[in-house]
T-cell receptor, first 113, second 116 residues
Framework: KQEVTQIPAALSVPEGENLVLNCSFTDSAIYNLQWFRQDPGKGLTSLLLIQSSQREQTSGRLNASLDKSSGRSTLYIAASQPGDSATYLCAVRGGGATNKLIFGTGTLLAVQP | KAGVTQTPRYLIKTRGQQVTLSCSPI?????VSWYQQTPGQGLQFLFE???????NKGNFPGRFSGRQFSNSRSEMNVSTLELGDSALYLCASSLRGQGASTDTQYFGPGTRLTVL
């Protein structure tokens, strides 16, 4: 059974710092891994999707890496801003004909001005 | 292009009642998935529909059901509501669905259900 864990559960950093969020999963047979952002009381915003054959994806100040063999992904945020404050969730999609995502527990990020 | 929409946004019901939530996917998307989010359990998969067929189901009791219409809009129904059903219900849509590793899932804003 696939299990997804995110460390740390919460993180507070001063504005301008670079930071790394971690995601680990127990079953390496995944189709892809997706990083999402969730603002309080809101839905999820997709940030990056990494296919199982890829090693990393970049979008602006965000860079996500994937090491399938070790069951790990990281989300790197450069030059953090107060507007980056949110909960960050990673989710893995297993193989087969399904879009089922298994989510981690999330990292609550606070960027202090 | 309009995003995923969910109605209603907020709902208050009492125990024993039933509720129907609606989700309209992004135009052209054929796969719709539903998730329940609670502080204790996090995000949990309920079910997925693709071309009007349920393709996968999570570990929820039979009180939770859903369907998808020919225009890809989806509804989920919860019967005999319990206090523990209070949650944010999210739906997500994607374009190709089956077997597409590049398929990004786009989430709606959710329906906040409170059961009293």
């Amino acid at each position: 059974k696939q299990e997804v864990t995110q460390i740390p559960a919460a993180l507070s950093v001063p504005e301008g710092e670079n930071l790394v969020l971690n995601c680990s999963f127990t079953d390496s047979a995944i189709y892809n891994l997706q990083w999402f952002r969730q603002d309080p009381g809101k839905g999820l915003t997709s940030l990056l999707l990494i296919q199982s054959s890829q090693r990393e994806q970049t979008s602006g100040r965000l860079n996500a890496s994937l090491d399938k063999s070790s069951g790990r992904s990281t989300l790197y945020i450069a030059a953090s801003q107060p507007g980056d404050s949110a909960t960050y969730l990673c989710a893995v999609r297993g193989g087969g004909a399904t879009n089922k995502l298994i989510f981690g527990t999330g990292t609550l990020l606070a960027v202090q001005p | 292009k309009a995003g995923v929409t969910q109605t209603p946004r907020y709902l208050i019901k009492t125990r024993g009642q039933q509720v129907t939530l609606s989700c309209s996917p992004i135009s052209g998307h054929r796969s719709v998935s539903w998730y329940q989010q609670t502080p204790g359990q996090g995000l949990q998969f309920l079910f997925e529909y693709f071309s009007e067929t349920q393709r996968n189901k999570g570990n929820f009791p039979g009180r939770f059901s859903g369907r998808q219409f020919s225009n890809s809009r989806s509804e989920m129904n919860v019967s005999t509501l319990e206090l523990g059903d209070s949650a944010l219900y999210l739906c997500a849509s994607s374009l190709r669905g089956q077997g597409a590793s590049t398929d990004t899932q786009y989430f709606g804003p959710g329906t906040r259900l409170t059961v009293l």
